[in-house]
């Protein structure tokens, strides 16, 4: 999401930064190529034109044309009104002083709003809540087995009726039994239709009267465009909304949801979806985003995944390993599961600064890394930690087991023994240096 913005953003800064002067018209003529950037990207036209004027008014105050870097300032101005336009600030779920914190979800169909349930279930539930999750989803076919499967999925109890129950009284006992199990959160999944209708916005209504939601989330498909907007408006207008879940932020879409739905409603971003994972449901970060978007890369968030991914005690044995260069075939292959588990390997680089715009429209081979791992799980315990006693039979063994080549085993054993030298060369520095000179990223 955000590639085509990110590329048309990209081309114009570039041509601003390598400038020496600037001049109003220069300013000009680029904030109406941005404009139609965002235009482009299906955000609303309106939040489009505004947000160019705010950022005019904020380059004819800082006069950046007088500035000695003035194609950066007009960066860092598009940066903080990006930001602001998506919400400006992180906005973290509130707990009830007094559990269960009731969260209700609502949307239309298509949306992945069961789905969305069961992923911030699992969220919460790593955060140390309780939750339950209540299945008043009665009328779609399958709804409140998707639920259940997800909830077992994550570990989560599910409160259900079955079908052709009265949600409001599915909504109404899940939050009885909530107090019964000391639950602290119910998350309810509340029923959606293919359009808005009164009908639905009556059963949401009572929903809301029966339960007093703590929270109320709308939940949007970042694919849906200029659809979204008029969704977001015709849920809130009868059905009061706290914020959105955005979910499919990992799809083709241009972005314009995301950009448009926070200006137009004013209400911010909890979440977005970033994958079919029961794990890809990250919290939304306005400045995160922004940063994406120029192509400045999103370092905390990839941080926040390893974290996720690594615990300290694996993170202090690995740093044991690469102090003594005593790093096997078997740590690799670790590391290498540890990254495929943290996302999409194009979304990884793209979270690196300065990457992201190389990376634009080069595809990232996702099975490569497979194929790696298919090698080295083809090899022996001692053939891993000891790669030198891998000779031509061999070699011709473990292209056979995992599918590959004798030239693809070649090259993994030869990038892997440059990276052992690395090792050592950063051993000796640290040793002339009194410490190991820097912590090394998964390979």
Same mark, same amino acid.
């Given at each position: ?71 950066? /300032? =007009? ?10 336009? @998506? +919400? &400006?600030?992180?906005? $973290?779920?509130?707990? %009830? ?50 639920? /259940? =499967? ?10 259900? @009726? +079955? &079908?052709?129950?009265? $949600?409001?009284?599915? %909504? ?64 809130? +207008? &009868? ?205």
């Amino acid at each position: 999401m955000f590639e085509q913005l990110q590329g048309r953003l990209s081309e114009i800064f570039t041509r601003l930064r390598g400038r020496g002067t600037l001049s109003e018209q220069d300013v000009d003529e680029a904030l109406r190529e941005v404009r139609l950037a965002l235009l482009e990207a299906d955000v609303n036209f309106k939040v489009a034109r505004e947000f160019v004027t705010r950022v005019r008014e904020a380059a004819v105050g800082q006069q950046i044309w007088k500035s000695l870097t003035p194609g950066q /300032q =007009v960066v860092q101005i598009v940066f903080a009104e990006l930001t602001r336009m @998506l +919400g &400006a600030t992180h906005h $973290p779920l509130r707990m %009830a002083a007094k559990p269960p914190t009731v969260i209700l979800l609502v949307g239309l169909h298509g949306t992945g709003k069961t789905t969305t349930a069961g992923k911030l279930a699992l969220h919460l539930k790593k955060q140390g809540r309780s939750v339950l999750l209540a299945a008043a989803d009665v009328y779609r076919p399958a709804a409140v087995t998707q639920l /259940q =499967v997800l909830g077992q999925a994550a570990g989560v109890p599910v409160f259900a @009726l +079955g &079908a052709g129950a009265d $949600p409001v009284e599915v %909504a109404r006992q899940a939050l009885d039994r909530a107090r019964t199990t000391t639950a602290d959160v119910v998350i309810i999944d509340s029923a959606g239709r293919l359009h808005i209708d009164s009908d639905l916005l009556a059963e949401l209504t009572r929903i809301r009267e029966a339960t007093a939601p703590h929270t109320t989330l709308l939940v949007l498909d970042a694919m849906a465009g200029q659809d979204a907007v008029r969704m977001a408006e015709g849920f809130h +207008g &009868a059905v009061p909304i706290d914020g959105l879940i955005l979910t499919k932020l990992d799809g083709d879409a241009r972005g314009g949801a995301a950009l448009s739905v926070v200006a137009t409603l004013e209400r911010p971003i909890f979440f977005v979806g970033t994958g079919e994972r029961m794990e890809a449901l990250e919290a939304f970060h306005p400045d995160r985003i922004a940063s994406r978007i120029l192509g400045m890369g999103d370092v905390l968030t990839l941080i926040e995944r390893a974290q996720d991914q690594v615990t300290d005690e694996q993170a202090h044995e690995m740093e044991r390993k690469l102090r003594r260069a005593d790093f096997t075939l078997e740590d690799f292959t670790k590391q290498l599961r540890q990254v495929r588990a943290m996302g999409p390997l194009d979304q990884l680089l793209g979270m690196i600064p300065g990457l992201g715009s190389r990376m634009r429209g080069a595809e990232v081979d996702e099975r490569a890394l497979g194929r790696i791992e298919a090698m080295i799980n083809s090899m022996t315990p001692q053939e891993r930690r000891h790669p030198n006693v891998i000779d031509g039979s061999r070699r011709r063994r473990i292209a056979r087991g995992s599918g590959t080549s004798v030239q693809e085993v070649n090259r993994l054993l030869r990038q892997f023994e440059e990276v052992k030298k690395m090792l050592r060369q950063f051993e000796a520095r640290g040793q002339r240096k009194g410490k190991f000179p820097m912590p090394l990223p998964p390979s």
